[in-house]
Nanobody, 123 residues
Framework: QVQLVESGGGSVQSGGSLRLSCAVS????????MGWFRQAPGKEREVVAT???????EYVDSVKGRFTISQDSGKNTLFLQMNTLKPEDAAIYYC?????????????????WGQGTQVTVSS
């Protein structure tokens, strides 16, 4: 059973930083897409950053240069370092995973999701 558990959310002032973590367990496939998504109140969920088992990384334009997605050496934990946070970054952040079938992970369909962690940014 695949489980993803996020942590690290919180409240920061504009310009601050947070590091989100996602502990992944039970995933056994050789290939994967993993990503961070977010959903703000009244808005649709959007992809933030993705990574595959080859280390290919993509970001949504609004976070490029501010956010960094990474994994630990054992690839059991996914991170999202968020710097220079803006009020518009406030949302519930989710990590997700699924098998990689080729193509861009930023467009992939994800079937495994965490419960989410709240990020609040005050101006």
């Amino acid at each position: 059973q695949v489980q993803l558990v996020e942590s690290g959310g919180g409240s920061v002032q504009s310009g601050g930083s947070l590091r989100l973590s996602c502990a992944v367990s039970g995933y056994t496939a050789d290939t994967y897409c993993m990503g961070w998504f977010r959903q703000a109140p009244g808005k649709e969920r959007e992809v933030v950053a993705t990574i595959n088992n080859y280390g290919d990384i993509e970001y949504v334009d609004s976070v490029k240069g501010r956010f960094t997605i990474s994994q630990d050496s054992g690839k059991n934990t996914l991170f999202l370092q968020m710097n220079t946070l803006k009020p518009e970054d406030a949302a519930i952040y989710y990590c997700a995973a699924d098998r990689w079938y080729g193509g861009r992970c930023i467009w992939a369909e994800y079937n495994y999701w965490g419960q989410g962690t709240q990020v609040t940014v005050s101006s």
